[in-house]
């Protein structure tokens, strides 16, 4: 099998999230790449169960170094998620997959709610990357992915507390490139559209009316991911994932807010 992305070959890859349908995606292409993975979430599951659908190389099994049951919400999560890689092996990259949404009305969704997306999305994330920045800086290498979003830059109603942390991601880790990228450390920013996974099924608090996304508009995970990995081999900072992803940034560009949030006409 012929590796496309000769940069993730023999890498140890930290990848949270990694049993949800993005992280799962994500995880078998870095075993495709010859990738080294741990994986962690909230719960276990079977790693046999990354071979539905096949494609793994021979062995790959191996290559998965450990699976880490953490809860990013809890107020050691990043702590103990680090000090469990430590066990494991030096890591090189983390990818930051971790998420989760929930749709309506932003007066309608209960603030444990909100306060778990602003946790799980941004602030954990900035401190599992504090924890293992001295160790990449020390080594003169090493790489953060954050799977951001198209909501992490147009702001998206509905999902107020999701396009907050989005938002606030995508600045972190502009940042964050900005101090380290010269330090041999690199930062890639992932901005999925409407992909093919269980956020789509995103729980509905109060009464707000979500109307169904076409199937047109949908990305294929599988799509997705490889396009990912090859702006992670590249050392980009930012990667569009697809047509509408990367419509909506060049529109964005020319015309900041393209919803409905415009600015209002002076009486």
């Not at 790959?60 to 890689?85: F, H, R």
């Not at 599992?128 to 290498?141: A, I, K, V, Y």
Request: glycine share 10%; hydrophobic share 45%.
């Amino acid at each position: 099998m012929m590796n496309h992305f000769p940069r993730l070959a023999g890498k140890v890859v930290l990848v949270t999230g990694a049993w949800g349908g993005l992280g799962k995606t994500f995880v078998r292409h870095l075993l495709m790449a010859r990738a080294k993975v741990i994986l962690t979430d909230v719960s276990e599951r079977p790693i046999t169960e990354l071979a539905d659908g096949g494609g793994l190389p021979f062995g790959w099994e191996k290559q998965v170094l450990g699976q880490i049951k953490s809860d990013l919400n809890a107020v050691e999560g990043p702590k103990a998620l680090y000090e469990a890689c430590q066990k494991i092996a030096p890591v090189d990259m983390v990818v930051h997959n971790a998420g989760l949404a929930f749709v309506g009305h932003y007066e309608e969704i209960p603030m444990d709610k909100m306060n778990l997306q602003m946790r799980v999305m941004l602030t954990a994330p900035m401190e599992l990357t504090h924890l293992f920045l001295p160790d990449f800086l020390q080594r003169g290498s090493g790489h953060f992915i954050f799977i951001d979003s198209v909501a992490g830059f147009i702001a998206t109603k509905l999902g107020t507390s999701y396009s907050a942390a989005k938002f606030g991601l995508r600045g972190f880790a502009m940042a964050l490139s900005g101090e380290i990228k010269k330090r041999g450390v690199d930062v890639t920013i992932i901005y999925p559209f409407f992909t093919r996974t269980g956020i789509l099924k995103a729980p509905i608090v109060g009464k707000a009316k979500i109307p169904v996304m076409p199937k047109i508009f949908i990305d294929d995970p599988d799509k997705v991911i490889n396009t990912a990995l090859k702006g992670i081999n590249n050392r980009d900072l930012h990667v569009k994932t697809g047509f509408y992803s990367n419509f909506m940034w060049q529109v964005n560009r020319l015309w900041p807010v393209i919803s409905s949030q415009m600015q209002p006409k002076q009486l």
